[in-house]
């Protein structure tokens, strides 16, 4: 059974740093994408950021030059380093295995974990 798990939010201050961690089970990222998304209270979920099984890595243009996206293939875990935090991005970030390359067609979500930016 396809699983992840998040984990690493948090509360922290404007300019701050955070690391979210994405653990899968049941299957290896040599065969799945791995998408970052976040929910903000009142908005749709967005995607954030995406590492294909093939290790290509995209992002959306209101976190590209902070956020990075890696993985540890000996952990199987997918990993989103968040630097320069703003308010506007708090939300609840979900990671999720994905049939396709873009990640979309998402095969299992995660539970999401809170990230409050907030001075």
């Known amino acids: 059974q396809l699983q992840v798990v998040e984990s690493g939010g948090g509360l922290v201050q404007p300019g701050g740093s955070l690391r979210l961690s994405c653990e899968a089970s049941?299957?290896?990222?040599?065969?799945?994408?791995i998408g970052w998304f976040r929910q903000a209270p009142g908005k749709e979920r967005l995607g954030v950021s995406c590492?294909?099984?093939?290790?290509?890595?995209t992002y959306a243009e209101s976190v590209k030059g902070r956020f990075t996206v890696s993985r540890d293939h000996a952990k199987n875990t997918v990993y989103l380093r968040m630097n320069n935090l703003k308010p506007e991005d708090t939300a609840v970030y979900y990671c999720?295995?994905?049939?396709?390359?873009?990640?979309?067609?998402?095969?299992?979500w995660g539970q999401g974990t809170q990230v409050t930016v907030s001075s």
């Open positions: 049941g299957f290896t990222l040599d065969y799945y994408a």
């Open positions: 999720a295995a994905a049939n396709r390359a873009d990640c979309t067609s998402v095969a299992s």
């Open positions: 590492i294909s099984s093939g290790g290509t890595t």
